[in-house]
């Protein structure tokens, strides 16, 4: 099974990454799925086309530098041509769960100014309604005791994620809190409750900033847009 749920990401990584023309710039995604985008990215960058990538993370950084992919700081610019990343979830509407990587603040802040935001997944990610997987949210930790209250006022479990024993630091220096809010009914609607929480800088909900899922499946691919 593994094999085959590798295999399928592949494949969306490839269709994805040719959907990328020359002098685009390009944000990479963090996680599995990007891996394999960016790898496919790397081969087409040695073999002629010319880019200029954001990554969404440090580890998407070194990955993207060891394919000699040219990166540029997202501050110089005010727009991103396209953008492969991946997901924890997805449903038909391209409701996303992100985040369980760790890098959902950057996946945002790079998805929020793409013009094109292509996600790539396996067909285990597919869901008809988000929340299988619990919510990532990434919190200032001066406020973490606080937001983890406030989210049990939404009927939410929420645990700040752990590594070994110290809490998982993302690269901006925050905790992830993991939430499991159940069946998410009305994700526009959490959306906007969590926006509303002092202290959260970054939620996995990502709403309405997909133009379309790539999900490798069967030995092939399918589209939603």
Same mark, same amino acid.
């Given at each position: 099974?593994a094999?085959?749920v590798?295999?399928?990401?592949?494949?969306?990584?490839?269709?994805?990454?040719?959907?990328?023309?020359?002098?685009?710039?390009?944000?990479?995604?963090?996680?599995?799925?990007?891996?394999?985008?960016?790898?496919?990215?790397?081969e087409?960058?040695?073999?002629?086309?010319?880019?200029?990538?954001?990554?969404?993370?440090?580890k998407?950084?070194?990955l993207?530098?060891?394919?000699?992919i040219?990166?540029?700081?997202?501050?110089?610019?005010?727009? #991103? &041509?396209?953008?492969?990343?991946g997901?924890?979830?997805?449903? !038909? $509407?391209?409701?996303l769960?992100?985040? %369980?990587g760790? +890098?959902l603040?950057?996946?945002?802040?790079?998805?929020?100014?793409?013009?094109?935001?292509?996600?790539?997944?396996?067909?285990?990610?597919?869901?008809?309604i988000?929340?299988?997987?619990?919510l990532p949210?990434?919190?200032?930790?001066?406020?973490?005791n606080?937001?983890?209250?406030?989210?049990?006022?939404?009927?939410?479990?929420?645990?700040?994620?752990f590594?070994?024993?110290?809490?998982?630091i993302?690269?901006?220096?925050?905790?992830i809190?993991? #939430? &499991?809010?159940?069946?998410?009914?009305?994700?526009?609607?959490? !959306? $906007?409750?969590?926006?509303?929480i002092? %202290?959260?800088? +970054?939620?996995g909900?990502?709403?309405?900033?997909?133009?379309?899922?790539?999900?490798?499946?069967?030995?092939?691919?399918?589209?939603?847009?």
């Amino acid at each position: 099974m593994a094999k085959n749920v590798e295999k399928e990401k592949q494949l969306a990584a490839k269709a994805a990454v040719k959907f990328i023309k020359d002098n685009q710039v390009v944000g990479l995604g963090t996680g599995s799925s990007a891996n394999y985008a960016i790898k496919e990215i790397g081969e087409i960058v040695k073999n002629g086309l010319k880019i200029l990538a954001v990554p969404t993370s440090n580890k998407t950084k070194f990955l993207a530098e060891s394919f000699n992919i040219p990166l540029i700081d997202i501050n110089s610019i005010t727009a #991103i &041509d396209i953008t492969i990343d991946g997901a924890d979830e997805f449903t !038909s $509407d391209l409701f996303l769960i992100k985040g %369980g990587g760790g +890098a959902l603040l950057k996946e945002k802040i790079v998805a929020s100014i793409t013009k094109e935001e292509i996600i790539i997944v396996d067909s285990t990610k597919k869901v008809d309604i988000l929340g299988k997987f619990k919510l990532p949210i990434e919190v200032i930790p001066f406020a973490s005791n606080y937001v983890l209250n406030k989210i049990q006022l939404l009927k939410g479990l929420g645990k700040i994620r752990f590594v070994s024993d110290n809490p998982f630091i993302t690269d901006e220096g925050n905790y992830i809190i993991d #939430i &499991d809010f159940g069946v998410i009914n009305d994700p526009v609607l959490l !959306s $906007d409750k969590l926006n509303s929480i002092e %202290g959260i800088v +970054a939620h996995g909900l990502f709403i309405k900033l997909a133009s379309k899922v790539i999900m490798g499946s069967n030995g092939s691919t399918m589209i939603f847009v």
